[in-house]
């Protein structure tokens, strides 16, 4: 019988000498180096896609085209560290303080050229994520073929590979619960780059017996890491002066917060609320929307006595439902603690809104509407949808099938929804779905519109359960408003519900969680507008 010889790979099952003092600290720092590139790496990814989705909306697809991409560029430069035969520490030092100047830079260059030169964004973005993905992916065999040289090559490929995915593991949760809502999108850009430069800083040092002019690439960190440092002190500054050149008037607030990018800007007696680059309002016009949005659900229902609001924290819509003295108590959900201390806080907004978060009879929480629909046991005789439009897949959950059966499990008997539904003139297909969802989900709609100033013709849906023998098909011409209103008369209430030729309903697909097609309608017809 024929016996076959098996050969060990150089390094796998050779026996090792034991590491010195000097050996250990040395692989040891390899290691460390390989859990924090892991984390800055994945750290960087996360941040262009978000500041991607930011400027351009469409979550899924902008991270789907930025993790895409940097996967890629990854992969471009674990196939050219194979080239590297010699200087292996040196070309890693170098690609560590590429890294921290390129990655550092990363969030100003990508705003700057958005704010300066908007059609040459997508090339600054993927050239980034090229550069970028190119040189994380260099890092990781070449500490590998370091790491080599302090054990076998089993043992060296296994930590290598661990360490990596739990360093990937920790940018993945530092950078939404921490880094981003603490530092916003350009001081973590900073950070991060201050952190690839001192671990470059760190291998020179612990290495450089091995280096032949240490001091050299130490000047170099000392030189890069002042520059960067002096990046995170400017860093509000600067993105004033890029979000200055993205809105029209001057900003008097600014935060990113977990969930959003709130910006509130004033020109003379006009204060604007944006949310990721959105209008929500101006002051100009802000009480005709949350007029129409509020007051014909409310004359509609059978009882005010418990109503709800989702979304609306800035308080406008919360200070239309409190002008009814029959309400006893209104629930505002909101997911964003720093909206809701906005509207209360801010004197701008809480003058606007009547300070109406100081009212006894409201009751707010921080959740997201879907989930808050799903677990609470109150019904209630009025339930408001004052939501941003469906720009991005978060929201257009908020606008589907399954929303609006949950919607409907937390009405009372007798009671009404009503929900903002885009323009049926901007984005007429946007606004017929939202009809027709509500209609799969067991509702009867109402449908109307009213013109303001700062969205144009803008539409709204007004709807009961369809249970006709219980509660009758909502009629906007049946609502009488007893509150003294700036814009809304009764009158007027009929023609809000009658739809010209170009903007009557038209065919098209329901929305629901598995197929959001709502965000495709409302995608489409936006690009025809910009």
Request: net charge neutral.
């Amino acid at each position: 019988m024929a016996t076959e010889t098996l050969t060990a790979p150089p390094g796998e099952n050779a026996p090792t000498a034991p590491l010195s003092e000097q050996e250990r600290t040395e692989a040891l720092t390899l290691l460390g180096t390989v859990f924090l590139v892991a984390a800055c790496g994945l750290i960087y990814e996360l941040l262009i896609a978000t500041i991607s989705s930011y400027l351009l909306g469409s979550s899924v697809t902008q991270f789907s085209l930025c993790i895409g991409t940097f996967i890629g560029a990854m992969g471009v430069g674990s196939y050219l560290s194979q080239f590297v035969t010699r200087g292996l520490l040196r070309i890693f030092i170098l690609v560590e303080i590429a890294l921290g100047v390129v990655g550092g830079f990363s969030a100003w260059a990508l705003f700057g050229v958005y704010a300066l030169v908007g059609s040459w964004y997508y090339g600054a973005l993927f050239g980034l994520l090229i550069v970028i993905g190119a040189l994380v992916g260099i890092e990781l065999p070449l500490l590998t073929r370091l790491l080599n040289q302090y054990g076998a090559l089993r043992t060296t490929i296994a930590q290598a590979l661990s360490f990596d995915s739990v360093g990937a593991l920790l940018g993945a949760v530092a950078f939404p619960l921490l880094l981003l809502p603490t530092l916003g999108t350009t001081r973590t850009a900073f950070l991060v780059g201050l952190l690839n430069i001192g671990v470059a800083a760190y291998n020179v040092w612990v290495f450089r017996r091995s280096l032949r002019v240490p001091a050299a690439p130490l000047v170099l960190c000392g030189t890069l890491a002042l520059a960067l440092t002096g990046g995170i002190a400017a860093s509000e500054k600067a993105s004033s002066l890029f979000e200055r050149r993205l809105y029209e008037d001057e900003i008097i607030f600014a935060r990113q917060t977990r969930y959003q990018r709130i910006v509130l800007t004033r020109w003379k007696n006009d204060t604007r609320l944006f949310l990721d680059g959105n209008l929500q309002f101006s002051s100009v016009d802000e009480y005709r929307y949350h007029e129409s949005l509020v007051h014909p659900a409310l004359a509609l229902a059978r009882s005010r006595e418990e109503v709800l609001v989702l979304g609306g924290g800035d308080g406008l819509g919360l200070r239309e439902v409190l002008k009814h003295p029959d309400v006893k108590r209104v629930t505002l959900v909101d997911i964003d603690p720093a909206m809701t201390r906005l509207g209360r806080d801010y004197p701008a907004l809480a003058s606007l809104n009547r300070k109406a978060f100081e009212d006894a009879r409201v009751r707010v929480v921080h959740d997201d509407a879907y989930k808050f629909l799903e677990h609470e046991g109150t019904l209630y005789g009025v339930i408001v949808a004052d939501l941003p439009d469906p720009n991005n897949e978060a929201l257009a959950k908020l606008y589907s099938r399954e929303f609006y059966g949950l919607a409907k499990r937390r009405l009372a008997r007798g009671g009404v929804f009503v929900t903002q539904a885009t323009s049926p003139f901007f984005a007429r297909d946007a606004f017929w779905c939202v009809a027709r969802t509500l209609r799969a989900a067991g509702w009867q709609t109402a449908p109307y519109h009213a013109y303001i100033p700062s969205f144009g013709d803008w539409g709204f849906i007004v709807a009961a359960p369809d249970a006709p023998r219980s509660t009758p098909a909502p009629r906007l011409a049946a609502a009488k408003i007893a509150v003294p209103l700036r814009f809304l008369q009764p009158d007027s209430l009929p023609a809000m519900a009658s739809f010209d030729k170009d903007i009557a309903e038209i065919p098209g697909e329901v929305s629901t969680l598995d197929h959001p097609v709502i965000l495709r309608y409302y995608e489409k017809e936006a690009g025809r507008w910009e």
